[in-house]
């Protein structure tokens, strides 16, 4: 790496820097949007109740080994691999998890454009007043289905997200996460509360936490495990690439569990508002899919005496934490393209931003916008091809390449650095080169049954 590219890299400010930056990569669309459909969709509480068994058995583990490859080789997703195997196909994961990477970012930002969408409506008044489910279920399929408005949501998110990731990663996202995060939480509290005192609450909480173990299949675990990789970032390169603009006196462990958590709690909030406002003001399904977040959020702001602001507020913030998201999904390969292709970042940055934006197209055009899309469901498939099927076999990569091939050891002594102690070495070992493989291979092997059936 010549010295262009030494300031081209960035490195954060402080550990706080990057604590705020990968729980911003980590908290987004992942949680607020996703996770309640999948819940909704996939059995419930049982569906909770795998998914954070995923989160602290494998998840975790996952996510320290990417960081501490990261910090350790102080290089890209690709570059990691390159600089420990040097000549090596292990590379091939790193390339994998950028185009990974790269198709998420694709359909994210859709999702991202209809939160910016519904910030608009907020703004116009569209929600004044009572809105029934109807009324919500009419606004969101008109708004998704309007195909000029689909493509220039999404043009809007990529637009930002790229102007943000050209002007580098210390200015760029450190600045958006230390203020906003901490207030999308508060927001969030208080909205699960309020959902929480709606009368008819009582059924949406034991459907979310009452495990109905009848429910609980391939499908289930499938998912749960898909969901805790895509919450989390993990599973194609993006905590390799934060790690690396880490210093070494961090201490990566506690990194990893903080991310973790903070990322699961936001999540569980979610789920909390969620499903006590579906069952309390019926009309909308608990397996809506990809709309359920967008319908229920008006109904509950509609209880609340000027709820109108507090939806402007929740669809600002959520359009940030979007966002926030969206700089790591594609920072993954703009980090690449400057480190190994010596391009200068804002090169980088526009290339890639205009061909993500054209690979959106499709998903945008495939919640009622285009009939062809619409059909084949292609958000969805992306959404199962690269969500839970790619991750889950780059999640697997990482493990075996740290546990086995880099050799634990040297792995150890950068996690040291900066945690002297590292109590839970063993679990971590023993999870990464043995737990971790074997739950993922197990759930590859079936996921054909599991998705055909
Ligand atoms: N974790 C982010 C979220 O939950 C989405 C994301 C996935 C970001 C993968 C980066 C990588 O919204």
């Known amino acids: 790496m010549n010295g262009q590219n030494l300031s081209q890299r960035g490195r954060w400010g402080s550990k706080i820097a990057f604590i705020f930056a990968a729980t911003g990569s980590a908290i987004g669309l992942g949680n607020i949007w996703r996770f309640p459909m999948v819940v909704g969709k996939y059995g419930g509480a049982v569906f909770v109740l795998v998914y954070i068994i995923a989160v602290a058995l494998v998840g975790f583990t996952v996510m320290l080994a990417e960081l501490t490859l990261g910090r350790y080789t102080q290089q890209n997703a690709v570059g990691a691999f390159e600089k420990i195997k040097p000549k090596t196909p292990w590379k091939i994961i790193g390339f994998v998890g950028m185009l990974t990477s790269f198709c998420i970012f694709s359909y994210y930002s859709v999702i991202a454009g209809w939160a910016a969408g519904y910030f608009a409506k907020t703004v116009s008044g569209t929600f004044k007043g009572t809105v029934t489910s109807q009324l919500s279920e009419k606004i969101f399929t008109d708004f998704t289905s309007d195909s000029v408005q689909a493509i220039v949501c999404l043009f809007i998110v990529v637009g930002i997200t790229t102007f943000i990731i050209s002007r580098g990663v210390k200015d760029g996202i450190e600045r958006w996460t230390k203020v906003l995060m901490p207030l999308l939480l508060i927001l969030i509290i208080f909205l699960a509360v309020k959902a929480l005192t709606l009368s008819g609450a009582r059924e949406g909480i034991s459907f979310y936490l009452k495990p109905d173990f009848s429910k609980l299949n391939g499908t289930v675990i499938l998912y749960a495990f898909g969901q805790a990789f895509f919450s989390l970032s993990i599973g194609m390169g993006i905590m390799i690439t934060y790690g690396s603009y880490m210093p070494k006196s961090v201490n990566l462990v506690s990194s990893a569990g903080w991310v973790s958590f903070s990322d699961s709690l936001i999540a569980f909030l979610a789920g909390i508002i969620i499903f006590p406002t579906l069952f309390a003001l019926p009309g909308i399904e608990?397996?809506?899919?990809?709309?359920?977040?967008?319908?229920?959020?008006?109904?509950?702001?509609?209880?609340?005496?000027?709820?109108?602001?507090?939806?402007?507020?929740?669809?600002?913030?959520?359009?940030?934490?979007?966002?926030?998201?969206?700089?790591?999904?594609?920072?993954?390969?703009?980090?690449?393209?400057?480190?190994?292709?010596?391009?200068?970042?804002?090169?980088?940055?526009?290339?890639?931003?205009?061909?993500?934006?054209?690979?959106?197209?499709?998903?945008?055009?495939?919640?009622?916008?285009?009939?062809?899309?619409?059909?084949?469901?292609?958000?969805g498939k992306f959404d199962v091809i690269f969500a839970n099927i790619m991750l889950a076999v780059g999640a697997l990569f990482i493990c075996i390449f740290v546990g086995w091939v880099w050799g634990i050891k040297t792995a150890v002594k950068e996690i040291h650095s900066g945690n002297p102690r590292f109590n839970i070495r063993p679990l971590w070992i023993f999870s990464l080169k043995i737990l971790s493989p074997i739950v993922i291979i197990i759930i590859l092997i079936f996921i054909k049954k599991i998705i055909s059936g």
Do not use: C
């Not at 700089?327 to 061909?355: C, P, Q, T």
């Not at 959106?360 to 916008?369: D, E, H, T, V």
């Open 286 to 379: 608990p397996t809506a899919g990809p709309g359920l977040v967008f319908k229920v959020f008006p109904l509950i702001f509609s209880q609340i005496p000027g709820g109108n602001y507090f939806g402007i507020l929740f669809f600002m913030l959520l359009l940030v934490a979007a966002i926030t998201s969206t700089i790591s999904l594609l920072e993954v390969s703009v980090s690449y393209f400057i480190d190994a292709r010596n391009w200068s970042r804002k090169k980088a940055a526009y290339l890639l931003g205009i061909i993500a934006f054209f690979l959106g197209i499709p998903s945008a055009l495939s919640a009622g916008g285009m009939k062809f899309f619409t059909d084949i469901d292609f958000m």
